[in-house]
């Protein structure tokens, strides 16, 4: 009845299952990527295999839109993780009028964020940072 509907109905046995994510931007605080577009693409590819191919054994995906991996990348056949590469970019006419600066320096786990006062900004050492996306 559901098929009948126009409902994806499988998943099970020697097939691809739901793919994991996480919610990317949406939700997330550090997301490189969007873990929701990339699934619907994902799915849309491989819709067959959910529903009507086999493959040699049960196949798990999961996309996790940051390092810090909440989608279960760990526990997946084949992941996706979206990764920061590049230092975030300082807006120093935007920085003095905002006043989370002191949690966006907190919230660097490698003290890579400091302040800096001559510009009622922040400033960035690029040796310390890991691009983990903690202070976008």
């Not at 997301?31 to 590819?45: E, P, Y």
């Not at 600066?101 to 964020?113: D, L, R, V």
Request: with cysteine; charged share 20%.
């Amino acid at each position: 009845e559901l098929k009948e509907s126009g409902y994806m109905i499988g998943g099970i046995g020697s097939r691809i299952s739901n793919v994991v994510h996480t919610q990317g931007w949406v939700h997330c605080h550090s997301a490189a990527t969007d873990a929701s577009g990339l699934v619907k693409a994902m799915m849309d590819d491989l819709n067959e295999y959910f529903t009507e191919k086999e493959v040699p054994a049960k196949l798990r995906l999961a996309v996790a839109c940051c390092v810090n991996m909440c989608g279960a990348v760990h526990c997946s056949d084949i992941a996706i993780v979206g990764v920061h590469k590049t230092m975030p970019r300082i807006e120093h006419d935007k920085v003095k009028n905002l006043c989370e600066i002191p949690s966006t320096i907190a919230a660097c786990p490698t003290s890579a964020i400091s302040p800096d006062p001559q510009n009622k900004s922040v400033k960035i050492k690029e040796e310390k940072c890991m691009y983990c996306g903690n202070c976008y």
